[in-house]
């Protein structure tokens, strides 16, 4: 009869996977990082140390250490020399400059050359008459005009009447009265009907001119504050100036940070001692328990040969 089998040793099993495993990592490692040489410069690998891999606190073996190498080509090493001095130079002149910052920036901008500001101008050049433009006192000045006019008239009239010995309250004499009296309305009438038209062409006239009085006030006092503004806009262009000019110096000298090909690494998988021990113990116990099998077979045959007492 055979004994069942003692279970492997499971750590002899994992070493024995990890040593496959750490070797197929170094060759995916070393195959997959070709060196790489194009007109710009080239890029290489080297195995440059073994780092020690501890575990449960013991060394347990070793995992090689890469360097990788890019190398410019002539014509790009000059570039870059040039590029870096370039950067240098700026830096150093940012450096410098911002030396005056502290002085610039110490004295406030002075307003008090600027214009001042302009809520409303008055425009002088503008005539504007003051003359009422009422009805009824243009009426007034065109009836005064025609009496003024018509009284010289009127009054040698009149003489002439009175040597002829008409006088008033006479019958010729009314006769002359209707005929001024007719003459005074007709001239009351018209003076109505113009003074209307008059009245309206003074105050729109009048309008015309505080319009365009304002306008032009409006026009004057935009002009100063425009003005104004780009006087401001200067001074503060003028203090801001030499820190533009540091920023950008500075902005310009800053350092490349050099961009590489990642390193392709080739992972190394862990093993699985559980797996190993049970597949390991599960193949001895079924050849033991096929051999034993095959033992009792050959047994039991060996008695059927046997007589029978």
Request: net charge negative; proline share 6%.
């Amino acid at each position: 009869m055979v004994s069942q089998p003692s279970p492997p040793d499971p750590y002899a099993t994992a070493a024995a996977q990890n040593a496959q495993n750490q070797s197929a990592s170094q060759y995916n490692s070393v195959a997959s990082n070709a060196d790489q040489i194009n007109p710009y410069g080239s890029v290489s690998y080297q195995a440059i140390e073994q780092v020690p891999i501890y575990t449960n606190g013991q060394i347990s073996g070793y995992a090689p250490r890469y360097q990788q190498t890019t190398t410019l080509s002539p014509d790009q090493q000059k570039l870059m020399g040039l590029e870096t001095q370039a950067k240098y130079n700026l830096g150093t002149t940012g450096v410098q400059e911002s030396q005056y910052l502290n002085n610039a920036l110490s004295k406030p901008v002075d307003q008090s050359q600027w214009q001042p500001w302009q809520t409303n101008l008055q425009a002088s050049n503008i005539r504007q008459s003051d003359t009422p433009t009422d009805q009824a006192a243009v009426q007034k000045a065109m009836m005064d005009s025609y009496n003024y006019n018509v009284a010289p008239q009127q009054k040698a009239q009149e003489a002439q009447l009175a040597a002829r010995g008409m006088s008033p309250g006479g019958a010729g004499y009314g006769t002359y009265q209707k005929t001024q009296a007719d003459a005074l309305a007709d001239q009351t009438r018209q003076a109505y009907l113009a003074s209307g038209s008059e009245a309206r062409a003074n105050q729109a006239a009048y309008n015309d001119a505080a319009t365009q009085k304002f306008n032009m006030s409006q026009t004057l006092a935009n002009y100063y504050n425009n003005l104004r503004g780009q006087e401001e806009q200067s001074s503060y262009a003028a203090r801001n100036q030499p820190i533009n000019e540091v920023t950008a110096l500075m902005s310009g000298s800053q350092a490349t940070v050099p961009q590489f090909q990642p390193f392709q690494s080739s992972p190394v998988a862990a093993s699985n001692i559980g797996q190993y021990i049970s597949s390991n113990y599960q193949a001895q116990s079924q050849a033991a328990a096929q051999e034993n099998a095959g033992i009792f077979s050959m047994v039991g045959g060996l008695a059927k040969m046997m007589p029978m007492p």
